[in-house]
Structures are given as structure tokens and as C-alpha cells.
């Protein structure tokens, strides 16, 4: 590191992973971010995109190597990172307030005002302003990750680890969210990682992609996305874009082509 400049905000060091006596999942995965890095993981099924994710987050212990969040074990990092997963994992007992209000509540020292506060700020940064009085059943797919973003953005998190949040979601809902959640990005300035098996979808996020191989997990390319933010429908339709989609695609091609 040169000196002067910031260290990483998430550094991997020959991180291995498996689980008990299980074949190798992830092997010597080095990769550092920077803050302020929108980092797209892409691959093919059981490459272990997720698994990283969750080895960042500390739900789950490295085999081997290391890994630093924030200067820190990720296990002492709490507080610092939220995850959005694939599914919104709403409690349908619980209107939309009081689910985006469940971190703060978990974490505790936050007093009810201040909650208040935080909720409705979060709601209003995803356009569910208007509700909060609802519950889960009464949302579509989209209002529903809405408020699982809400829930995660709750915490004021530097980190958001992003599990295939709109990989559900019909084409224009889920462009419709790109879009949004890059906006709030400009506003917030976390860091993100972002798990999708859409290569166009990385290629709007994501300043970084990285390519993973699978059996066991490697990195495998990364490649550098030099489009300029704020994204929107017209950078999907440049020439520049489209010209990415095509050469990340055909890196996937060959990787898939690696499978046994």
C-alpha cells in the first residue's frame, strides 16, 4: 500500500472454504475493495458467490487465509455491514414500520423517537413513504425488497452485501431498482457487494466485476467498469454498455466451458 492512501474497507487473503469434511468451496480467493467500490460477484451456480458474502459478514468462519472488514475481524464488525438476501424475509406479523424497525430494535440504545426518525427517512429514500401502514401480504415483490433495502439501509451501513435481491423480480421492476438503488448510493456512499446471475444487471451496478470459476471457487477475471454514474435507461442503450455485456458474456461462456 502506497503510503497516504486509505487501506481497503474488505480485504480477502487466500481465503479457503469448506464446510466440515465437505469438498473445497472457495480456493485462495484474494481480492480487496476500496471504499466506495460497487463490486459485482458473478459466476456460474456453485462457484461460491454467496459464500463470500456471508464469509464478509461473519455468518460463517474462513477454512483458511483471512479476511478484514473495516480494520477488523468480520465477526467485530457488526454494525458496519447489513445484508440484503434473495428473498425479503419479512415478518408478516409486522407492518412495513415495524419491520424496517427490527435492526434498530435488536441493536438497542436507539430510543423510540429517533427509530421514528430513522424508519421514516429509510422508507422515504425507497418510495415507501406511504407505507408504513402496510403489511407484507398487501405489497408486491418489488415493495416488499424495497423495504428489505430499507430495513438494511436502516443501520447507516459502510458495507451492503447484496444476495441476488432482485433476481426474482420481473425484467422492468427489477431495472426499475437498479436504478433506485444506485441513486441511493450516490446519496449514501456505502460500499457494495452484489451477487446477480445477470450479466447486464452487473455490468449497470457495478464499477468492478469480478468473475469467479467454479469446483472449487477461484477468482477467475476481474474486469473494471469505467461507465460514468448516475446509470440510467440511456446507459443500458449506449454503445459503450452493450459492448461490455458482450465481453463479460463471453468470459462466462469460457468459464462455464471450464466445468468438468
Same mark, same amino acid.
Given at each position: 500500500?502506497?503510503?497516504?492512501?486509505?487501506?481497503?474497507?474488505?480485504?480477502?487473503?487466500?481465503?479457503?472454504?469448506?464446510?466440515?469434511?465437505?469438498?473445497?468451496?472457495?480456493?485462495?480467493?484474494?481480492?480487496?475493495?476500496?471504499?466506495?467500490?460497487?463490486?459485482?460477484?458473478?459466476?456460474?451456480?456453485?462457484?461460491?458467490?454467496?459464500?463470500? !458474502? &456471508? #464469509?464478509?459478514? @461473519?455468518?460463517?468462519?474462513?477454512?483458511?487465509?483471512? /479476511? =478484514?472488514?473495516?480494520?477488523?475481524?468480520?465477526?467485530?464488525?457488526?454494525?458496519?455491514?447489513?445484508?440484503?438476501?434473495?428473498?425479503?424475509?419479512?415478518?408478516?406479523?409486522?407492518?412495513?414500520?415495524?419491520?424496517?424497525?427490527?435492526? !434498530? &430494535? #435488536?441493536?438497542? @440504545?436507539?430510543?423510540?423517537?429517533?427509530?421514528?426518525? /430513522? =424508519?421514516?427517512?429509510?422508507?422515504?429514500?425507497?418510495?415507501?413513504?406511504?407505507?408504513?401502514?402496510?403489511?407484507?401480504?398487501?405489497?408486491?415483490?418489488?415493495?416488499?425488497?424495497?423495504?428489505?433495502?430499507?430495513?438494511?439501509?436502516?443501520?447507516?451501513?459502510?458495507?451492503?452485501?447484496?444476495?441476488?435481491?432482485?433476481?426474482?423480480?420481473?425484467?422492468?421492476?427489477?431495472?426499475?431498482?437498479?436504478?433506485?438503488?444506485?441513486?441511493?448510493?450516490?446519496?449514501?456512499?456505502?460500499?457494495?457487494?452484489?451477487?446477480?446471475?445477470?450479466?447486464?444487471?452487473?455490468?449497470?451496478?457495478?464499477?468492478?466485476?469480478?468473475?469467479?470459476?467454479?469446483?472449487?471457487?477461484?477468482?477467475?477475471?476481474?474486469?473494471?467498469?469505467?461507465?460514468?454514474?448516475?446509470?440510467?435507461?440511456?446507459?443500458?442503450?449506449?454503445?459503450?454498455?452493450?459492448?461490455?455485456?458482450?465481453?463479460?458474456?463471453?468470459?462466462?461462456?469460457?468459464?462455464?466451458?471450464?466445468?468438468?
Amino acid at each position: 500500500m502506497r503510503q497516504g492512501t486509505a487501506p481497503p474497507i474488505v480485504e480477502l487473503r487466500d481465503v479457503d472454504k469448506r464446510f466440515g469434511d465437505g469438498p473445497l468451496i472457495l480456493d485462495k480467493v484474494s481480492f480487496a475493495a476500496e471504499r466506495g467500490d460497487f463490486i459485482t460477484l458473478i459466476g456460474p451456480s456453485g462457484c461460491g458467490k454467496s459464500t463470500i !458474502l &456471508r #464469509l464478509i459478514s @461473519g455468518l460463517i468462519p474462513v477454512s483458511e487465509g483471512r /479476511i =478484514v472488514v473495516d480494520g477488523t475481524d468480520p465477526s467485530s464488525a457488526v454494525g458496519r455491514l447489513a445484508f440484503v438476501f434473495q428473498e425479503p424475509t419479512l415478518l408478516p406479523w409486522l407492518n412495513v414500520f415495524r419491520n424496517v424497525e427490527v435492526p !434498530l &430494535r #435488536l441493536h438497542g @440504545g436507539v430510543g423510540a423517537a429517533k427509530r421514528s426518525e /430513522i =424508519v421514516s427517512r429509510s422508507l422515504a429514500l425507497v418510495r415507501l413513504a406511504d407505507r408504513m401502514d402496510y403489511y407484507p401480504r398487501q405489497l408486491s415483490g418489488g415493495q416488499k425488497m424495497r423495504v428489505s433495502i430499507a430495513r438494511a439501509l436502516s443501520v447507516s451501513p459502510r458495507i451492503l452485501l447484496l444476495d441476488e435481491p432482485f433476481g426474482a423480480l420481473d425484467e422492468i421492476t427489477r431495472n426499475h431498482l437498479n436504478e433506485e438503488l444506485l441513486a441511493i448510493r450516490q446519496q449514501l456512499a456505502w460500499t457494495a457487494f452484489f451477487v446477480t446471475h445477470s450479466v447486464a444487471e452487473a455490468v449497470f451496478m457495478s464499477n468492478r466485476i469480478l468473475v469467479m470459476s467454479a469446483n472449487p471457487g477461484r477468482l477467475h477475471e476481474e474486469l473494471r467498469v469505467d461507465l460514468p454514474y448516475p446509470r440510467t435507461e440511456e446507459t443500458r442503450e449506449s454503445a459503450p454498455y452493450q459492448k461490455l455485456v458482450g465481453e463479460v458474456s463471453r468470459i462466462l461462456r469460457s468459464v462455464e466451458d471450464l466445468k468438468p
